[in-house]
């Protein structure tokens, strides 16, 4: 996600960050700025691109004098990345200017309510809301603290914010909810960032900001508020990091870092688009009535994004009643598909760039069809060549084996197909509400699941020097199964397969021989006297069993050698919480054999080749 610098001190600001900000590159971006007030002016620089143009504009930040200044690194979520949606954003009179890290959820109509009076917008971000709304409080209140508190307590989502004031020219002041940011403080000066890493060269005594708190910095104060304007006591914390542990937020490895990030992206793929106990998407840009038009969904992918078109196919069919295809984009490409008179393809990509999905989505469009894509990288090929595009907000993905951006996936699919089913008359309003009762919970529900590593970290010890792992599942759980055992093959080596718990016995059963372990995949509350059958059968073979099943689910553990449980959820979204062992599982396996977790070989982030 985005990267925020703020610094107040004695030194040239903008070299310090230039400095922090590149320190701040790991989290990815695709344009960056600066604002220096100089004591008579703030003035800014921002450019679309690398941080190093930014460095060559400003000659390294030789150009911008000034000791007090903000910076940014955006990685684009409302508004393609340019020089314009770059940040820092200005009020009208460029009397303030921000920089946010976050999605500000009510924009649109914060931005009609300024719209009304008189301000003008120069870009496409959500941020630019927040320039101008600290004008319209500060106009009222003269008084920034009691600005910034008025505008926490207006807008929706997730910010952090850095701002100047330029009638308070030794000042920056900050806030945060729900998206990161610490301060730091020396004895030449103090700092904001998004991250450790970007202050770690100048201090190490770092204050955790807490949700909705304020931070106000001078040279040579930092005090801390409530969104009341009451003091708040903080205490500094030493950090004892290297650099590159900084980067990772404490974490080994990227890909670790990403698991835990995944009740969060979720929640911000999911929480925009709940509202007033209704599901509203409206970059879907379908009226009821499309949606209900509609006669078949083809759902076209690559690698772990296909496995979340599997998944769906299940949850449309069973939830909106509507027949949905799910292909793997380099077949889909070749097949010559056969299209229905009102066919709505959707392409899923985290990257956004992958070859094949890109070229299936012309391949639709050339056919006259309409295509979703359910995209993380906004601006990307697929953004820009869909018809429409739901973004998953999962942030910059790392480590090359999906996490988040999967789940984010999973999300944004259930959110489309319990909005098909109410507008196709195929969910009763009651099974609705209990569904979305259940979606608002499986953040939470994921983070509890994150407690629990250590049994896996053992679990996962004991096979190191496996040569074969088997998962199987049935339906939801099938679909579970083949995304558990693509992290477990990309990040450890071992040979995996995925296999439908019923199918096994058609072939690949003869592959179970003493002591091979089988990870049993069963949430699904009507197949868990099928599963205990398939475990049975395996077991007979002298399979290892690893079950994984729903709490309470007793009788599974009576057949299997090991069981681990989730908490139970609506069984559409089983899958979200399912995965979480299992990637937990591939990333113990992966480091008990000593590899790159994060960059396992012969494999890229984004395949933009056939
Ligand atoms: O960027 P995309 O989602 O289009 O990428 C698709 C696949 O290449 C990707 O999911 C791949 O399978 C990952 N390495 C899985 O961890």
């Given at each position: 996600?985005?990267?925020?610098?703020?610094?107040?001190?004695?030194?040239?600001?903008?070299?310090?960050?230039?400095?922090?900000?590149?320190?701040?590159?790991?989290?990815?971006?695709?344009?960056?700025?600066?604002?220096?007030?100089?004591?008579?002016?703030?003035?800014?620089?921002?450019?679309?691109?690398?941080?190093?143009?930014?460095?060559?504009?400003?000659?390294?930040?030789?150009?911008?004098?000034?000791?007090?200044?903000?910076?940014?690194?955006?990685?684009?979520?409302?508004?393609?990345?340019?020089?314009?949606?770059a940040h820092p954003h200005f009020n009208k009179d460029r009397s303030i200017v921000v920089v946010h890290n976050g999605i500000i959820e009510n924009y649109?109509?914060?931005?009609?309510?300024?719209?009304?009076?008189?301000?003008?917008?120069?870009?496409?971000?959500?941020?630019?809301?927040?320039?101008h709304l600290l004008d319209y409080y500060y106009g009222r209140t003269k008084n920034p603290l009691s600005a910034l508190c008025r505008v926490m307590q207006?807008?929706?989502?997730?910010?952090?914010?850095?701002?100047?004031?330029?009638?308070?020219?030794?000042?920056?002041?900050?806030?945060?909810?729900?998206?990161?940011?610490?301060?730091?403080?020396?004895?030449?000066?103090?700092?904001?960032?998004?991250?450790?890493?970007?202050?770690?060269?100048?201090?190490?005594?770092?204050?955790?900001?807490?949700?909705?708190?304020?931070?106000?910095?001078?040279?040579?104060?930092?005090?801390?508020?409530?969104?009341?304007?009451?003091?708040?006591?903080?205490?500094?914390?030493?950090?004892?990091?290297?650099?590159?542990?900084?980067?990772?937020?404490?974490?080994?490895?990227?890909?670790?870092?990403?698991?835990?990030?995944?009740?969060?992206?979720?929640?911000?793929?999911?929480?925009?688009?709940?509202?007033?106990?209704?599901?509203?998407?409206?970059?879907?840009?379908?009226?009821?009535?499309?949606?209900?038009?509609?006669?078949?969904?083809?759902?076209?992918?690559?690698?772990?994004?296909?496995?979340?078109?599997?998944?769906?196919?299940?949850?449309?069919?069973?939830?909106?009643?509507?027949?949905?295809?799910?292909?793997?984009?380099?077949?889909?490409?070749?097949?010559?598909?056969?299209?229905?008179?009102?066919?709505?393809?959707?392409?899923?990509?985290?990257s956004g760039e992958t070859a094949d999905s890109l070229a299936a989505l012309r391949e639709s469009r050339a056919h006259g069809q309409k295509v979703l894509?359910?995209?993380?990288?906004?601006?990307?090929?697929?953004?820009?060549?869909?018809?429409?595009?739901?973004?998953?907000?999962?942030?910059?993905?790392?480590?090359?084996?999906?996490?988040?951006?999967?789940?984010?996936?999973?999300?944004?699919?259930?959110?489309?197909?319990?909005?098909?089913?109410?507008?196709?008359?195929?969910?009763?309003?009651?099974?609705?509400?209990?569904?979305?009762?259940?979606?608002?919970?499986?953040?939470?529900?994921?983070?509890?699941?994150?407690?629990?590593?250590?049994?896996?970290?053992?679990?996962?010890?004991?096979?190191?020097?496996?040569?074969?792992?088997?998962?199987?599942?049935?339906?939801?759980?099938?679909?579970?199964?083949?995304?558990?055992?693509?992290?477990?093959?990309?990040?450890?080596?071992?040979?995996?397969?995925?296999?439908?718990?019923?199918?096994?016995?058609?072939?690949?059963?003869?592959?179970?021989?003493?002591?091979?372990?089988?990870?049993?995949?069963?949430?699904?509350?009507?197949?868990?006297?099928?599963?205990?059958?398939?475990?049975?059968?395996?077991?007979?073979?002298?399979?290892?069993?690893?079950?994984?099943?729903?709490?309470?689910?007793?009788?599974?553990?009576?057949?299997?050698?090991?069981?681990?449980?989730?908490?139970?959820?609506?069984?559409?979204?089983?899958?979200?919480?399912?995965?979480?062992?299992?990637?937990?599982?591939?990333?113990?396996?992966?480091?008990?054999?000593?590899?790159?977790?994060?960059?396992?070989?012969?494999?890229?982030?984004?395949?933009?080749?056939?």
């Amino acid at each position: 996600m985005c990267g925020i610098v703020g610094y107040i001190g004695g030194e040239q600001a903008a070299p310090i960050l230039l400095n922090g900000l590149t320190k701040l590159e790991y989290r990815g971006y695709d344009s960056a700025g600066i604002a220096v007030f100089d004591g008579r002016e703030i003035r800014m620089e921002k450019v679309s691109g690398r941080l190093q143009r930014l460095k060559e504009a400003t000659g390294n930040g030789a150009a911008l004098p000034g000791t007090i200044g903000i910076g940014h690194t955006r990685w684009a979520t409302h508004g393609s990345p340019s020089d314009t949606n770059a940040h820092p954003h200005f009020n009208k009179d460029r009397s303030i200017v921000v920089v946010h890290n976050g999605i500000i959820e009510n924009y649109v109509r914060l931005k009609q309510h300024l719209e009304k009076h008189g301000y003008e917008f120069v870009s496409e971000t959500d941020t630019e809301v927040l320039a101008h709304l600290l004008d319209y409080y500060y106009g009222r209140t003269k008084n920034p603290l009691s600005a910034l508190c008025r505008v926490m307590q207006k807008v929706e989502g997730s910010y952090a914010l850095g701002i100047l004031f330029k009638d308070y020219p030794d000042t920056i002041y900050a806030a945060r909810k729900d998206s990161p940011l610490i301060v730091g403080s020396s004895r030449d000066g103090n700092f904001i960032a998004s991250d450790v890493p970007a202050i770690l060269q100048y201090t190490r005594d770092v204050f955790y900001m807490e949700n909705e708190e304020i931070a106000v910095l001078t040279r040579d104060v930092v005090s801390f508020y409530s969104m009341d304007e009451e003091p708040v006591e903080k205490s500094p914390v030493h950090i004892d990091w290297d650099v590159n542990a900084a980067e990772k937020g404490g974490y080994e490895h990227f890909l670790l870092k990403e698991i835990y990030e995944q009740p969060r992206a979720v929640r911000d793929t999911l929480s925009p688009r709940i509202r007033g106990g209704q599901i509203v998407i409206e970059e879907l840009g379908m009226s009821d009535e499309e949606i209900r038009s509609i006669d078949k969904i083809m759902i076209v992918a690559c690698g772990s994004a296909y496995h979340t078109g599997v998944m769906a196919k299940y949850i449309f069919e069973g939830v909106a009643r509507v027949p949905v295809e799910v292909d793997l984009a380099s077949e889909y490409r070749y097949r010559d598909p056969i299209f229905g008179a009102r066919t709505l393809v959707i392409v899923v990509s985290q990257s956004g760039e992958t070859a094949d999905s890109l070229a299936a989505l012309r391949e639709s469009r050339a056919h006259g069809q309409k295509v979703l894509g359910i995209v993380n990288v906004v601006g990307s090929s697929i953004a820009r060549e869909a018809d429409n595009v739901m973004y998953t907000w999962a942030g910059p993905e790392i480590s090359v084996a999906t996490t988040k951006a999967y789940s984010a996936q999973l999300a944004a699919f259930y959110l489309l197909a319990m909005k098909f089913g109410q507008a196709r008359g195929a969910l009763e309003d009651s099974v609705f509400s209990e569904m979305l009762a259940s979606l608002e919970k499986l953040p939470d529900q994921m983070e509890e699941i994150l407690k629990n590593r250590e049994s896996i970290q053992r679990f996962a010890n004991r096979y190191l020097a496996a040569e074969h792992i088997f998962f199987i599942g049935r339906g939801i759980d099938y679909a579970i199964s083949m995304e558990g055992s693509l992290k477990l093959k990309e990040i450890s080596y071992i040979h995996s397969e995925a296999y439908a718990a019923g199918e096994l016995k058609h072939g690949t059963i003869s592959l179970i021989e003493e002591g091979t372990l089988v990870v049993a995949v069963a949430t699904q509350e009507k197949l868990y006297l099928k599963m205990t059958s398939n475990i049975e059968e395996v077991k007979t073979r002298g399979a290892f069993v690893m079950a994984l099943t729903n709490e309470g689910n007793k009788d599974i553990e009576k057949v299997s050698d090991f069981t681990l449980y989730v908490p139970e959820t609506n069984r559409y979204f089983a899958g979200s919480l399912a995965i979480i062992p299992l990637q937990l599982f591939a990333y113990y396996v992966s480091l008990g054999r000593g590899l790159d977790v994060d960059k396992p070989r012969n494999l890229a982030k984004s395949v933009t080749v056939e």
